[in-house]
């Protein structure tokens, strides 16, 4: 999976140099956030992810900067926001909208319909539970991811010892 990874990476050189990243690329020299190793690819799984529910346009522009801060694998973190991808997005919003709205003990809009006019609609009456939701996806999915990671490689390493 290493050498997977590896080479379908873009090379650290040419992002480190690249001219439309402004103060971004003076963090990119650091070597773990290129690095395959198993704290950064736990830590870009806990960015990605946490990055990946958070119901905002460009989430790749917030994980970029969460894998600079966390020392995490930088092209991993960017992919793993792709998760919610255009045709997730709607699916896993709607369950993070009837999450939050089971947490707060609020009901769920009887005649929704999955289209944007609708949402934007009934916003002020969705917004609370469905950010909770969200926030709540958010966080759990990146503790289960960083600690997944860890677990698959603690995994292996027993596995190739025995």
């Known amino acids: 999976m290493k050498k997977f990874l590896k080479r ?6 040419e992002v480190k140099n690249h001219k439309h990243l402004g103060w971004l690329s003076q963090h990119l020299h650091n070597a773990s956030l290129w690095n395959f190793n198993r704290k950064s690819i736990a830590r870009a799984f806990a960015v990605g992810l946490f990055c990946a529910f958070i119901p ?4 790749m522009l917030l994980a970029a900067p969460g894998a600079v801060i966390f020392s995490a694998n930088l092209p991993l973190s960017i992919a793993l926001v792709w ?4 045709l997730t997005m709607p699916p896993i919003f709607y369950g993070c909208y009837k999450l939050g709205a089971w947490i707060l003990g609020v009901g769920i809009e009887k005649d929704f319909v999955m289209s944007l006019e609708y949402v934007w609609q009934v916003f002020d009456v969705i917004w609370q539970p469905f950010l909770l939701g969200c926030l709540v996806v958010s966080v759990v999915s990146s503790i289960i991811g ?7 490689y603690r995994y292996r390493v027993y ?3 025995r």
Request: proline share 17%.
């Open 8 to 13: 379908y990476s873009p090379n650290p050189e």
């Open 146 to 152: 960083y600690f997944g990671v860890q677990l698959i």
């Open 83 to 86: 998760i919610s991808n255009p």
């Open 56 to 59: 905002v346009p460009f989430q």
């Open 159 to 161: 596995k190739r010892f």
